[in-house]
């Protein structure tokens, strides 16, 4: 497995650099750390993605220079924080610092072409750099066949012995992903908790689907320990909210759905609440 850790040194938030670099410590993976440079936001840059410039009082620099000048300044800044936690990995991991002028989504695609198995790692909270809100960080993959761990800023990394996995239990479920996934939970031998919420008048119908929803998943998952629970509630993302707060995980996931779970509006909100009020990884 690749983890590619998406670079969050421009933000005022606590990195999740050291959280990848410890994952990629107990995985034995090899990491590479995208830095990408949208020039429309350097001032006096003209490029294929601005259409003008505006221009600071005093010498004018080119194109090239103000772009160099902020990859040099980005490589400095990760040389740093990588000086500092290679110290405390006392491990010899391999990695790779990507600085270019790219969108996020095109240069992870460059980066990843044809590799397997590849786990993007993103900081919870926007750098109002490279991502504005949540709502952006889940629109820019929506249409991506990554596996993307959104980590809480500062976030101490520990395994997944604990996983809520928030389901439906739907025969829509995209289960062609679940091997992949699980590829890399198995590294843990988690104890998986899929859950859904259930109105009153509607729990026996979902306990049914449930049990319906495992055996399909036991097939494909081996190593896992999977359980369900249909847990009653009128609000469905304050129940689980509260049952996710009450159980205390060590990650979420979410399966991206064969109907389209980013066309679906609640199913969007159910990652930007998950992402937002809870202070745990969030896998999709």
Known sequence: M???????????????????????????????????????????????????????????????????????????????????????LNYPLKINTIVEE???????????????????????????????????????FKNSNFQILVVPPGKVFREFNKVVLATNFSSDDNFDKYPEAFSCLNEFNPHIDAVDVAKPKKYLDKELKSKAWLQVVEKMVFLSTIKTNVLTGNNYLET???????????????????????????????LINLIEKTDLPVLY
Do not use: C, W
């Open 2 to 88: 690749k983890i590619i850790i998406i670079s969050d040194i421009k933000g005022n938030a606590e990195s999740i650099i050291p959280y990848g670099l410890n994952l990629a410590k107990y995985l034995q993976s090899e990491v590479d750390i995208l830095h990408t440079i949208d020039s429309r936001f350097q001032h006096g840059v003209s490029s294929s993605y601005a259409d003008s410039q505006s221009l600071t009082p005093g010498s004018k620099m080119s194109h090239e220079e103000i772009l160099q000048r902020e990859k040099t300044t980005a490589h400095m800044a990760l040389d740093k924080v990588l000086s500092r936690e290679a110290s405390v």
């Open 102 to 140: 790219n969108s996020v989504k095109n240069g992870l695609s460059s980066i990843i072409g044809t590799i397997p198995n590849v786990l993007v790692l993103v900081n919870s909270q926007p750098d109002d750099y490279t991502f504005h809100s949540h709502k952006e960080i889940i629109d820019t």
């Open 240 to 270: 689980l909210r509260s049952y996710i707060d009450k159980t205390k995980p060590d990650l979420v996931l979410s399966f991206k759905r064969n109907h389209g779970l980013f066309n679906n509006g609640f199913d969007k909100n159910l």
